[in-house]
């Protein structure tokens, strides 16, 4: 579904991809996991078109998007949920979520859409109206993740979700992105708490400084020593 | 000596020259517009001061005002030589100087909201000019008593225009001598430092507050002095001349349309425009009004979009460029 | 000592401008908030729709109606043509920069409207009746203005609250990258935005014309009110600015009464100076 192919980019004089390659089938959850600064925002942020690849291949279902403006590529069916969430602090959780169906094919069903975040994430519903800015760590994450569904997406990108959180409600998260992920999503995870998202996903790559180091099956990179001994635990 | 060096002392030995050469009829109006240029350049090398570092007031207006005011009234009531009223102009625009940059100064009041406040200054003045007409005679301005017979340096009135060509360009050289000093400073590099990222200048142990408030206070001291000349050379004060919004913005207009982070930058555009300006005026007389304003306000526009170094920094930075060859790009 | 029924006009009147004025600074506001740039010759644009109302109505017969919609719709107009010719090209420039382009639209405007139109004041008579009430006289003219400043204002706030465009404006104010992750083209909601503030321009320049005369200088007189409420108010911050509006206002209409015209404009720009002092945020505080 997702293939990126040979990706290098970056921003201004610094590079932080170099030559990166890496698939995603449909309907699969891969995890890209690695230390701080390894890359792996940047690579969420190029395929989501907030940065322009300096050279490469990013494609989607066939259609060739690097480059393309984030506008459009949302409109291709990827959903970004950003480091850090980046919710709308002032506008309510409803409004937020009615964002997030800002495309017209999302807003036509935007009744469903939003029936569905509702009763995959009860609290969102109970908080419609509160200022999405005065949610808790782990409210915000979920909203965060209910206005990347209202876009109708294929395949949804995480950055960090559990950045911020408690250790409890990291694995309350991770449950409710199982759950979506069952829904029929397909998932790209960047990741820096290793142990969580490999039980989470089917495979993962390994990224350090720029390059994929590592990649398979989620089961065989856990066994892994080194991976087990530098990044398990954070 | 360098070709710069001999080019600024030979063009120096000129206008102080000029006056005493024999240029036969040189009219009264072209000393006039001379005159002025030097004086509008002085102020705008002031304003440039804050300028550059991204205080950008839109004010000034009314630390010419209040210079201009201060002194002419003083004289006319009170028979105050300038010599005495000049430096109490400037100090009372010192002390609205620092009234208003305290507080900006301290609560990290910058960019909009600092031009902003600058422009509130400025009206005030101009309002409060307005305001109290039985004494500053409101929107008709004031005229300067004649001195007549004491006409003199201690009167600072001088019937021959050749003298307040001197005074003009003493003032325009004192002007670029002060920004020169500026820049070689300390200051400056406080200065640049606080203007990319206050808190980390801060941070660093640079007293922000205190740079900001010397920085304002020489601005505006400065263009105190321009408007106590200025007063004296034309004789006569008008609240629209010499402050309020108008005139500001035609400082700011002058200094960016030559260049602001230049030594010669404020002056080249102080003279381009006056100099369009009255051509302007003889070209098209009273038939078209308003005219050479709305070919400002264009190129200042089309300048801010194109070419934001004016001309003669444009200029300067591309002599720079083919002065020193072009060094390879670091692999 | 003054007849407290004249302070009770004053009162009166001034809450009739503060209407007026607030119009004024929300559409400057809502540019600022949304594009971060603060459009000096905001005022200047008033005048031209004041211009534009003036002519149809004296030249060309326009029943004043329709030519104040007229003058909305020349508003949005000169608010797109504002964005896209001068604004866009230096939305990364310096603040100066920006500060001086808009500079230089004063200038332009300003001169161009002396040379095409001269110095000449020009006003809309309206021939609407003086009301009497309870002793003071109030202008219909000015009341039929403040309700439909107020209902500008209103229209504004639910193009803001219930519609997508003016929620996702409000939106790209707080994030604009997070915006355009749901699809939206933040350089389209900007235009949209400088069309909808320059449509405000419009709304108050139709509605002060019937109140006041127009000529090139215009927004000399009134630009720098406006900009001053933006600030009190906190800049950036509609609640704050439609506030700030009314105080200032009421310093302008009473001291005007007590002391002299000019003397009310005076105090009221020395509380703003005060003030900042005091909160340089602004009372309500800045936008963050």
Same mark, same amino acid.
């Given at each position: 579904?997702?293939?990126l192919?040979?990706?290098t980019?970056?921003?201004?004089a610094?590079?932080?991809?170099?030559?990166?390659s890496?698939r995603?089938?449909a309907?699969?959850?891969v995890?890209v996991?690695?230390?701080?600064?390894?890359?792996?925002?940047?690579?969420?942020?190029?395929?989501?078109?907030?940065?322009?690849?300096?050279?490469?291949h990013?494609?989607?279902?066939g259609?060739e998007?690097?480059?393309?403006p984030?506008?459009?590529?949302?409109?291709?069916g990827?959903?970004?949920?950003?480091?850090?969430?980046r919710?709308?602090?002032?506008?309510t959780?409803?409004?937020?979520?009615?964002?997030?169906?800002?495309?017209?094919a999302?807003?036509?069903?935007?009744?469903?859409?939003?029936?569905?975040?509702?009763?995959?994430?009860?609290?969102?519903?109970?908080? #419609?109206g509160?200022?999405?800015?005065?949610?808790?760590?782990?409210? #915000? #994450?979920?909203?965060?993740?209910?206005r990347?569904?209202?876009?109708?997406?294929?395949?949804?990108?995480?950055?960090?979700?559990?950045m911020?959180?408690?250790?409890?409600?990291?694995?309350?998260?991770?449950?409710?992105?199982?759950?979506?992920?069952?829904e029929?999503?397909?998932?790209?995870?960047?990741? #820096?708490?290793?142990r969580?998202?490999?039980?989470?996903?089917?495979?993962?790559y390994?990224?350090e400084?720029?390059?994929?180091k590592?990649?398979?099956r989620a089961?065989?990179?856990?066994?892994q020593?080194?991976?087990?001994?530098?990044?398990?635990g954070? | 000596?360098?070709?710069?060096?001999?080019?600024?002392g030979?063009?120096?030995?000129?206008?102080?020259?000029?006056? !005493?050469?024999?240029?036969g009829?040189a009219e009264?109006?072209?000393?006039?517009?001379?005159?002025?240029?030097?004086?509008?350049?002085f102020v705008g090398?002031?304003?440039?001061?804050?300028?550059?570092?991204g205080?950008?007031?839109?004010?000034h207006?009314?630390?010419?005002?209040?210079?201009?005011?201060?002194?002419?009234?003083?004289w006319?009531?009170?028979?105050?030589t300038?010599w005495v009223?000049?430096?109490?102009?400037?100090?009372?625009?010192?002390?609205?100087a620092?009234?208003?940059? &305290?507080?900006?100064?301290?609560?990290q009041v910058?960019?909009h909201y600092f031009?902003l406040?600058?422009l509130?200054?400025?009206?005030?003045?101009?309002l409060?000019?307005?305001?109290?007409?039985d004494?500053t005679g409101?929107?008709?301005?004031v005229?300067?008593?004649?001195a007549?017979?004491?006409?003199?340096?201690?009167?600072?009135q001088?019937?021959?225009?050749?003298?307040?060509? &001197? !005074?003009?360009?003493?003032?325009?050289?004192?002007?670029?001598?002060v920004?020169?000093r500026?820049?070689?400073?300390?200051?400056?590099s406080a200065?640049?430092?606080?203007?990319?990222?206050?808190t980390?200048?801060?941070?660093?142990?640079?007293?922000?507050?205190?740079f900001?408030?010397g920085?304002?206070?020489?601005?505006?001291?400065?263009?105190?002095?321009?408007?106590?000349?200025?007063?004296?050379y034309?004789?006569y004060?008008?609240?629209?001349?010499?402050s309020?919004?108008?005139?500001?913005?035609?400082?700011?207009f002058?200094v960016?349309?030559?260049?602001?982070?230049?030594?010669?930058?404020p002056?080249v555009?102080?003279?381009?425009?006056?100099?369009?300006?009255?051509?302007?005026?003889i070209?098209?007389?009273?038939?078209?009004?308003g005219?050479?304003?709305?070919? &400002?306000?264009?190129?200042?526009?089309?300048?801010?979009?194109f070419?934001?170094?004016?001309?003669?920094?444009?200029?300067?930075?591309?002599?720079?460029?083919?002065?020193t060859p072009?060094?390879?790009?670091?692999? | 000592?003054i007849d407290?029924?004249f302070?009770? $006009?004053?009162? %009166? /009147?001034?809450? @009739?401008?503060?209407g007026?004025?607030?119009?004024?600074?929300l559409?400057? /506001?809502l540019?600022?908030?949304v594009?971060?740039i603060?459009?000096?010759a905001?005022?200047d644009?008033?005048?031209?729709?004041?211009?534009?109302?003036?002519?149809?109505?004296?030249?060309y017969?326009?029943? @004043?109606?329709?030519a104040?919609?007229?003058?909305?719709?020349?508003?949005? %107009? @000169?608010? %797109?043509? %504002?964005?896209?010719?001068i604004?866009?090209?230096?939305?990364?420039?310096?603040?100066? /920069?920006?500060?001086?382009?808009?500079?230089?639209?004063l200038?332009?405007?300003?001169?161009?409207a002396t040379? @095409?139109?001269?110095?000449?004041?020009?006003?809309?008579r309206?021939?609407?009746p003086t009301? $009497?009430?309870?002793?003071?006289?109030?202008s219909f003219?000015?009341?039929?203005?403040?309700?439909?400043a107020?209902?500008?204002?209103i229209?504004?706030?639910?193009?803001?609250t219930?519609?997508?465009?003016?929620t996702a404006?409000?939106a790209?104010?707080?994030?604009r $990258?997070?915006?355009?992750?749901?699809?939206a083209?933040p350089?389209?909601l900007?235009?949209?935005?400088?069309?909808v503030?320059?449509a405000m321009a419009?709304?108050?320049?139709?509605?002060?014309?019937?109140?006041?005369a127009?000529?090139?200088?215009?927004?000399?007189a009134?630009?720098p009110?406006?900009?001053?409420?933006?600030?009190?108010?906190?800049?950036g /911050?509609?609640?704050?600015?439609?506030?700030?509006?009314?105080?200032?206002?009421?310093?302008?209409?009473?001291?005007?009464?007590l002391?002299?015209? $000019?003397m009310?404009?005076?105090i009221?720009?020395?509380?703003?100076?005060?003030?900042?002092?005091?909160?340089p945020?602004g009372i309500?505080?800045?936008?963050?």
């Amino acid at each position: 579904m997702l293939e990126l192919a040979d990706v290098t980019a970056g921003y201004g004089a610094f590079t932080a991809l170099w030559g990166v390659s890496l698939r995603v089938a449909a309907g699969e959850a891969v995890a890209v996991v690695g230390p701080n600064g390894a890359g792996k925002t940047t690579l969420l942020r190029t395929v989501s078109g907030l940065v322009a690849p300096r050279s490469g291949h990013v494609r989607f279902e066939g259609a060739e998007l690097a480059g393309r403006p984030a506008y459009e590529v949302v409109a291709h069916g990827i959903a970004h949920v950003p480091e850090g969430r980046r919710l709308f602090p002032q506008l309510t959780v409803a409004e937020n979520l009615k964002m997030g169906a800002y495309l017209p094919a999302a807003r036509a069903r935007f009744r469903e859409s939003l029936e569905r975040v509702y009763t995959l994430f009860p609290v969102l519903a109970e908080r #419609q109206g509160q200022r999405a800015g005065s949610l808790s760590g782990g409210e #915000q #994450q979920m909203l965060a993740v209910g206005r990347a569904l209202m876009s109708r997406p294929r395949l949804i990108l995480l950055d960090e979700p559990s950045m911020g959180l408690a250790p409890v409600m990291v694995l309350r998260l991770f449950d409710l992105i199982r759950r979506v992920r069952e829904e029929g999503y397909t998932i790209l995870v960047v990741e #820096q708490n290793v142990r969580q998202v490999l039980k989470l996903v089917d495979r993962a790559y390994l990224l350090e400084v720029g390059r994929i180091k590592m990649e398979g099956r989620a089961a065989d990179l856990a066994e892994q020593d080194f991976v087990r001994k530098a990044y398990v635990g954070l | 000596m360098s070709p710069g060096r001999l080019a600024a002392g030979l063009g120096l030995l000129v206008l102080v020259l000029v006056p !005493v050469l024999p240029l036969g009829a040189a009219e009264e109006y072209i000393w006039h517009v001379i005159i002025q240029i030097f004086f509008w350049s002085f102020v705008g090398t002031a304003w440039s001061l804050m300028g550059r570092f991204g205080l950008v007031s839109l004010g000034h207006g009314a630390f010419l005002g209040v210079g201009a005011y201060t002194s002419v009234l003083l004289w006319n009531l009170l028979a105050m030589t300038p010599w005495v009223g000049g430096p109490l102009a400037v100090l009372l625009a010192l002390v609205l100087a620092l009234v208003v940059a &305290y507080p900006c100064s301290r609560f990290q009041v910058v960019g909009h909201y600092f031009a902003l406040v600058t422009l509130a200054v400025g009206e005030v003045v101009r309002l409060l000019i307005i305001a109290e007409r039985d004494w500053t005679g409101g929107s008709l301005g004031v005229s300067l008593k004649t001195a007549g017979t004491a006409s003199g340096l201690w009167t600072l009135q001088f019937p021959d225009k050749r003298v307040f060509y &001197y !005074v003009g360009l003493g003032v325009w050289l004192f002007g670029l001598w002060v920004w020169a000093r500026v820049d070689r400073s300390m200051a400056r590099s406080a200065m640049e430092a606080i203007g990319e990222d206050e808190t980390a200048a801060a941070a660093v142990g640079i007293h922000v507050t205190r740079f900001k408030m010397g920085i304002t206070a020489l601005s505006a001291a400065l263009t105190a002095v321009g408007g106590v000349l200025l007063a004296q050379y034309l004789a006569y004060a008008n609240p629209d001349t010499l402050s309020g919004i108008g005139v500001s913005l035609r400082i700011v207009f002058a200094v960016v349309l030559g260049g602001m982070y230049s030594l010669l930058g404020p002056s080249v555009g102080t003279a381009l425009t006056i100099a369009l300006s009255e051509y302007l005026r003889i070209y098209f007389g009273i038939k078209l009004i308003g005219i050479a304003e709305t070919l &400002y306000g264009l190129a200042l526009i089309l300048f801010i979009i194109f070419l934001p170094a004016g001309i003669w920094g444009s200029l300067a930075a591309a002599w720079r460029r083919r002065a020193t060859p072009a060094r390879p790009a670091p692999a | 000592m003054i007849d407290p029924i004249f302070l009770v $006009e004053a009162v %009166v /009147n001034g809450v @009739l401008l503060g209407g007026v004025l607030a119009l004024l600074a929300l559409g400057l /506001n809502l540019i600022f908030g949304v594009v971060d740039i603060v459009w000096i010759a905001y005022v200047d644009l008033v005048a031209l729709a004041m211009y534009a109302v003036y002519f149809l109505v004296t030249l060309y017969g326009v029943p @004043l109606w329709l030519a104040g919609l007229a003058g909305i719709g020349v508003g949005a %107009v @000169l608010g %797109v043509l %504002v964005h896209l010719l001068i604004i866009s090209p230096i939305l990364t420039s310096p603040p100066i /920069n920006q500060l001086l382009a808009t500079g230089g639209l004063l200038f332009f405007i300003q001169s161009f409207a002396t040379l @095409l139109w001269s110095t000449d004041h020009r006003s809309v008579r309206v021939t609407l009746p003086t009301l $009497e009430v309870a002793g003071i006289f109030v202008s219909f003219t000015r009341l039929v203005a403040f309700a439909l400043a107020l209902v500008a204002m209103i229209v504004l706030y639910l193009f803001l609250t219930r519609t997508y465009t003016g929620t996702a404006i409000r939106a790209v104010s707080q994030d604009r $990258e997070a915006i355009a992750l749901m699809g939206a083209r933040p350089q389209r909601l900007y235009l949209v935005t400088s069309a909808v503030g320059g449509a405000m321009a419009g709304v108050a320049g139709a509605l002060l014309i019937i109140q006041y005369a127009v000529h090139p200088y215009f927004g000399a007189a009134f630009g720098p009110l406006t900009f001053m409420i933006c600030v009190l108010g906190g800049l950036g /911050n509609m609640v704050g600015a439609f506030f700030a509006a009314f105080i200032m206002a009421q310093v302008i209409s009473v001291g005007g009464v007590l002391v002299s015209t $000019e003397m009310g404009y005076v105090i009221a720009f020395v509380i703003f100076i005060v003030l900042i002092f005091v909160r340089p945020g602004g009372i309500f505080g800045r936008r963050t």
